[in-house]
Nanobody, 120 residues
């Protein structure tokens, strides 16, 4: 069973940058598409960015296009989310997810999340 552990959250001001990291273990990382998801207060968890097993395909929510970048290092077992020009609407708990069915499959493996708070 794949295990995911997020880190890197914090409290920042609007316009700042932050980098989130997710360590993947317990199973071959190349078996999984990976993604970052955000759950804002009072809202459902929604995808922010997805990356295919080999890193060649990436997808972004419209709200973060041009500001966030997802990347993965299969040799190191990590997936990163570089977040630039942060806005208050980016506030929420960020979760790393894994899908054995590709980026279009079900993300059913989750970390415990890391909190990002962006103040105006």
């Amino acid at each position: 069973q794949v295990q995911l552990v997020e880190s890197g959250g914090g409290v920042v001001q609007a316009g700042d940058s932050l980098s989130l990291s997710c360590v993947v273990s317990g199973a071959p990382m190349t078996n999984y598409a990976l993604g970052w998801f955000r759950q804002a207060p009072g809202k459902e968890r929604a995808y922010v960015a997805l990356i295919s097993w080999n890193g060649k395909a990436t997808y972004y929510a419209d709200s973060v296009k041009g500001r966030f970048t997802i990347s993965r290092d299969n040799a190191r077992g990590t997936v990163l989310l570089q977040m630039n020009k942060l806005q208050p609407d980016d506030t929420g708990a960020y979760y790393c997810g894994a899908s054995a069915g590709g980026t279009g499959g079900k993300f059913d493996n989750w970390g415990k999340g890391t909190q990002v708070t962006v103040s105006s």
